[in-house]
């Protein structure tokens, strides 16, 4: 039951993290409104799996909220797609998933996706000059304490 949660939000078999983007290391921009979409596996990728998801998206236009089982290479069983996820909750109108962050890609505006004239202030995930600087979001960080 906890598998069938999991896909209806996101739509990924597994919970969507900043491990899972780095498996495959490579992000894919949305035809629509331009930002950048995290690739999710629950396995690291070999040299073989990179080069076939390669080739595979160069043949794709992919807007955000769609999800590559509704491809048609993602239908053929073989395909690597049948083993790459996008969060499947996110549209036109969403910020950058923070995971996008987290998994150490470049810095880009939190809500529009630009590189450019970006505000970067400790604390804050990065925003662009004509994204409101009342849109900041802080960066949530895990305190550690040292251990007695």
Not at 79 to 103: K, P
Request: negative net charge; aromatic residues 8%; glycine residues 8%.
């Amino acid at each position: 039951m906890k598998g069938r949660d999991l896909q209806k939000g996101h739509g990924c078999p597994f919970n969507p993290s900043s491990q899972t983007a780095k498996n495959i290391g490579t992000v894919v921009q949305c035809e629509e409104c331009g930002k950048w979409r995290c690739l999710h596996a629950s396995k690291k990728l070999t040299k073989k799996m990179r080069d076939e998801l390669e080739v595979e998206m160069e043949t794709i236009l992919y807007s955000c909220g769609s999800v590559f089982g509704n491809t048609d290479a993602g239908e053929e069983e073989d395909s690597i797609l049948m083993n790459i996820h996008v969060r499947a909750n996110l549209d036109c109108r969403s910020q950058i998933e923070l995971t996008y962050y987290s998994a150490g890609y470049e810095d880009i505006c939190i809500h529009c996706g630009t590189v450019d004239e970006l505000m970067i202030m400790d604390g804050f995930y990065p925003y662009c000059e004509d994204c409101s600087p009342k849109d900041r979001i802080h960066r949530r960080c895990k305190q550690f304490t040292a251990r007695e």
